[in-house]
């Protein structure tokens, strides 16, 4: 007759076990139950015990059978849920416990529920089947004591990300600022264990994490983000985010399990860093400021250029949409002397500017400019596009390769501009380039190669680009030539003229340091050269003219620089008011600008900064 089980020390607990012979013997438990928690399950491990064969009061040749675990939680019966785990060579034990601990098919086990688990040793004699089954016949040694054990996972992400700035404090005009802002989020199903801890970390619209090292033009001084601690704990601060830039903020969120996946915030976009002042020119119009975008990835969708007296009150201000970055301020007392910043405006929600909300830092001028009048009257039209070679079948791409085309004899009288006015102010633009090359704008009479002077207005290197210049030219019956070198489509607008005051003459070169000896190339190495003091009422022009329209052109540049042409009585330095006319920023370059220069005794003078050779033609002159 086999033996029956017979427990006499209790289920939990016990310290005997039953021999088939009825004989109470002493028993080793399992030892070093150990529970490690996971996703609604959990890992045992322990070492079996040290009874043998034939010792202790187990039966001889007697193999243990596997073991009971019992897993005790009062959503349980009294007794518990029973797994039978096999037995493994060797002193280590282990098995997982999964959510349906007794195979019954339901999901016994919760993430962030206590259970209490107990492991027993079953012995059998081998001549019976030790197979997977544990029954009546085996003999059950004493329970391990207890241990407790509470499954969990990862947290789901946080809910609902959001970004906004923590304060709105006005810009200092003395430096440039970087954004705090404030990341919120809602909490989280826990997975069954407290969050510790989240994470917020600043990443571009791919997600890429962004540090002060980051490859991008979007950074952040914060490479690691914020953290806030507890699980109550929704929000934190990210400091040291770049200006014109647009962040995302990736947050996840910490229990003793790992991280959760992370939800992703909607944009944030930082406002603009300060714009970078090129130029600002006495123009014919009156003055003209240039600048250069900031970086960042973010889009400027306005800008606001401001003129300030010598208070630093705000007399006049002028605002951009599109186009090239230059604006003309026609509103300026002539012989008053002005300084000049620019604003910009992205799609920023920041109010931290004077401005309003959106803008960033300004840029400035700080050295003052004289108005200059340009003399006459100037005419402002509405922008008038005569010439178009992209999209006007009867004006094809201009040029020819490597050489010149046939000039092309543009009516610029047939719409707002009077046929006696004496010279438009136009831009002219060239896109589509396929090699290096120019273009010329100068009065003519007939398409006569003998009529172009000399000059160029837009100057190209290279195919595929698109380069604008602005240029005052005289008309001949209100007519102007466009002289094109190398294959280029060529646009033109104009948007004024000049009634009368202005006096076009035929194209006039007065400084060549490529060909004239007598003036060598111009500037010094990474230094101001000597003011070059020329007389340009020689010829044509008078000795009491009040201006001149020149056209400036660099080429040969060894390095960055620029020429500034103004009035002058001496080479002194002193009389340098600061401006710049033509912009050049490496070697190799060829750059033109057209000007109005006003006069000091029929005089001007050209400052040059960097080496450079440069050419100067004047086109005309005011009274």
């Keep these: 007759m086999k033996a029956r089980l017979l427990l006499v020390a209790g289920l939990v607990g016990g310290s005997f076990m039953v021999s088939p012979a009825g004989g109470v013997h002493a028993a080793e438990r399992v030892g070093a139950l150990n529970a490690t928690p996971s996703d609604a399950s959990f890992d045992l491990s322990w ?22 675990v019992r897993v005790f939680n009062s959503a349980f019966p009294a007794d518990g849920l029973v797994k039978i785990c096999q037995h493994q060579a060797g002193d280590a034990q282990a098995c997982t416990v999964t959510t349906d601990v007794d195979g019954s098919g339901s999901d016994d086990l919760v993430n962030g529920a206590q259970y209490s688990v107990s492991v027993a040793a079953r012995w059998k004699d081998p001549g019976a089947d030790l197979g997977n089954t544990i029954d009546d016949e085996d003999v059950e040694g004493a329970e391990s004591a207890l241990v407790t054990v509470t499954p969990r996972t990862v947290p789901n992400a946080p809910g609902s990300p959001t970004a906004a700035y923590t304060d709105s404090s006005e810009f200092s005009d003395d430096e440039v600022p970087t954004i705090t802002a404030t990341v919120s989020w809602t909490t989280p199903d826990n997975g069954g264990a407290t969050i510790d801890q989240y994470d917020a970390l600043p990443v571009d619209v791919d997600g890429n994490a962004i540090g002060p090292d980051a490859d991008s033009s979007t950074t952040s001084d914060n490479e690691t983000g914020c953290t806030a601690a507890g699980e109550s704990t929704l929000q934190c601060d990210m400091s040291g985010l770049s200006l014109n830039s647009i962040f995302y903020f990736d947050v996840s969120a910490t229990n003793d399990a790992g991280a959760s996946q992370t939800a992703r915030s909607a944009r944030l976009v930082t406002p603009p860093g300060p714009p970078a002042i090129t130029a600002v020119t006495n123009v014919a119009a009156g003055v003209q400021v240039t600048w250069s975008a900031p970086e960042g990835t973010a889009s400027i969708t306005e800008y606001t250029i401001e003129a300030l007296d010598s208070t630093g009150a705000v007399a006049s201000t002028t605002t951009w949409t599109s186009g090239t970055l230059r604006s003309t301020f026609t509103d300026l007392t002539e012989g008053e002397g002005y300084t000049f910043q620019v604003t910009g405006q992205n799609t920023s929600t920041y109010d931290g500017n004077a401005l309003g909300t959106g803008y960033g830092v300004a840029g400035t001028w700080d050295q003052t400019v004289t108005v200059s ?14 010439v178009n070679s992209r999209d006007d079948a009867a004006t094809p791409k201009q040029g020819a390769t490597a050489g010149y ?11 707002d501009v009077p046929s006696d006015a004496s010279a438009v102010a136009v831009n002219l633009t060239v896109t589509n380039t396929e ?6 704008a100068y009065a003519c009479s007939s398409t006569s190669m003998e009529e ?11 195919a595929g680009m698109t380069i604008a210049n602005s240029a005052v030219v005289p008309l001949t019956d209100g007519h102007l030539c466009l002289l094109t070198y190398g294959m280029t489509d060529v646009i033109m607008d104009v948007s004024g003229y000049f009634a009368s005051g202005f006096e076009a003459i035929e194209g006039e070169r007065v400084v060549n340091s490529r060909d004239d000896a007598a003036t060598p190339k111009q500037g010094a190495t990474a230094g101001y050269g000597t003011p070059l003091r020329v007389n340009v009422a020689s010829g044509d022009v008078p000795s009491d003219a009040s201006a001149v329209a020149v056209n400036l052109t660099v080429t040969n540049t060894e390095e960055w620089g620029f020429v500034s042409a103004y009035a002058c009585s001496s080479t002194s330095m002193e009389e340098w008011p600061g401006n710049s006319n033509v912009n050049f920023d490496s070697a190799g370059m060829t750059i033109a600008n057209s000007a109005v220069v006003p006069l000091t005794d029929g005089h001007l003078c050209l400052l040059t900064y960097g080496m450079t050779d440069v050419i100067m033609d004047v086109s005309g002159y005011f009274g």
């Design 47 to 68: 070492t079996k015990p040290s009874d043998a064969p034939g010792q202790t009061g187990v039966p001889s040749g007697w193999e243990i059978n596997g073991y009971v």
């Design 373 to 386: 009048g340009a003399g006459g009257a100037f005419i402002a039209i509405e922008g008038e596009r005569v």
């Design 405 to 415: 085309g046939t000039p092309l004899r543009v009516n610029v009288a047939s719409g």
């Design 435 to 440: 090699e290096w090359g120019f273009v010329s």
């Design 452 to 462: 172009w002077p000399g000059n160029s207005n837009v100057n190209f290197d290279s």
